[in-house]
């Protein structure tokens, strides 16, 4: 809105002209929507404690799980809304792409607000069934996937990490490749959001590892200078990407060990559909899987549980799944699984970086 607003009058006010920038926008929507987390959330927590919002903590997790019986839960209402109301303060917004990735990330903030809603308000025990979940996840995917598909100069090619001569041309199949994406990140970083600050912490990384291909990809003279895929337009999701990091920030204030609060469904559905989303717009589709590496081990480490126990009639490979219920139950502290996890996923942003000239 302020490029709108206030960037025209850069003829009469010089200084104006600074609204132009996508870094200097970008750098303000992280700023903004930080300060927006971190003000509003004590008030946000007690709202979400007055309406007794709290997490119920099952039995057969970790004991050290029970000492956060309620917790107030749908922190990722606020992250939301701070990312939210940021990007549409600082964006363009007659760029397509903000207004794609705006749709699928208050859409899937909305599935996992209904799941949040009917489990913690109307205290159904199961919430949305994961059928009713998968299908409204699923569609909402696919709808994004042939909206990019519209843009008329929207490649259907898929960037292959570390060979720059390998770009698959997906046609119309590339709708699906773009809904499995955005359907898994968000599923993966669900299931990573088990322990203080554990999803968040990495959704900043990535967000930031993100912001960083954003402004490169849409820069026609860089683009083309680190050979990558030039995107007309997708520069301005650094701005997006920017409010995320921030708003991330501003809900780990709260959400660190001890938490305060828990982000919810709205809040990691939301998140991970996003990081996909960015992925697929910015053609570095197949590198998400390095930048969310901690997501993707987390989902694995479940996919490899559940069907070897299924398999071997209740064995398991990990003491618990998703993974880092592992290294609790190996008696590894909380904040210790949390930092360490963390390392491991700046280690794996600064490997995509290196993407850039690795190639
Ligand atoms: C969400 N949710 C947390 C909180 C958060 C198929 C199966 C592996 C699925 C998996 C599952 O349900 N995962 C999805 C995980 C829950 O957190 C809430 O959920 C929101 C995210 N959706 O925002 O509102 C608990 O996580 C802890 N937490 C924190 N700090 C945070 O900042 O400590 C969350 C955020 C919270 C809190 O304790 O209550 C969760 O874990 O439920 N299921 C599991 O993860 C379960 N695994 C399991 O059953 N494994 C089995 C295999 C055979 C399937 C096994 O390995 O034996 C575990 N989760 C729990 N208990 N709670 C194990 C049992």
Redesign the pocket.
Known sequence: MFYHLLYPLHTEISAFNVFRYITFRTIYASLTAFLICFLLGPWAIRKLKDMQVG????E???AA?YK?AG?P????TLILFSIALSTLLWSNLTNYYIWIILMVTVGYGGI?FID?YLMQVKKQSKGLSVRKKFLLQTVLAITTGILLYAIPDFSTRVTVPFFKNISPDLGWGYILFAALIIVGTSNAV??T????????GPVIIAAVTYMVFSYVSGHVNIADYLQIKYVAGSGETAVFCGAMAGAGLGFLWF?TYP?QV????V???SLGSALGTVAVITKQEILLVLVGGLFVVEALS?IF??SF?KMTNGR?I?????LH?HFELKGWA?PKVIVRFWIIAIALAMISMSTLKLR
């Open positions: 997490q119920y903590i099952r057969d997790g970790p799980h956060k917790t839960t749908m922190g990722g996992g949040d669900n299931l959001d088990g322990l203080d600050g554990l999803a968040i959400n938490a828990f982000m919810g469904d809040g990691s559905l479940v549980q559940v126990f398991r990990f003491k618990m799944a998703p219920h909380e």
